[in-house]
C-alpha cells in the first residue's frame, strides 16, 4: 500500500521546516521529516470529525490547525 505524503503550510517550531501531512491506508502521520517527529490518528475518525456532511464540505484549515496543535503537544 502506497504512502501518500504532501508538504504543509505549517512550520516545525523545533526546526523550521515544513511539516508534512503522511497518508496510508489507515492513519493520517503530521510532522517534520527532519526531526522524525509524528503524531498518528485513525484517518477515518479523525477525518470524519472535520467533514460536513449537510453542506457537503471539508473544513481542511480546522483539520490541519487539529494536527498541529496535536503535534505542538507531542
Ligand atoms: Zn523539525
Known amino acids: 500500500m502506497g504512502l501518500i505524503s504532501v508538504e504543509t503550510a ?16 489507515v492513519f493520517l502521520w503530521f510532522g517534520c521529516r527532519r526531526c522524525m517527529r509524528y503524531v498518528k490518528r485513525g484517518k477515518r475518525d479523525f477525518v470524519k470529525r ?4 449537510r453542506s457537503r464540505s471539508f473544513n481542511w484549515s480546522g483539520m490541519m490547525a487539529e494536527l498541529y496543535r496535536l503535534y505542538l503537544g507531542t
Not at 472535520?50 to 456532511?53: A, Q
Request: proline share 10%; glycine share 16%; with cysteine.
Open 10 to 25: 505549517s512550520v516545525c517550531p523545533s526546526c523550521g521546516g515544513p511539516l508534512e501531512l503522511v497518508e496510508d491506508g
Open 50 to 53: 472535520f467533514v460536513d456532511y
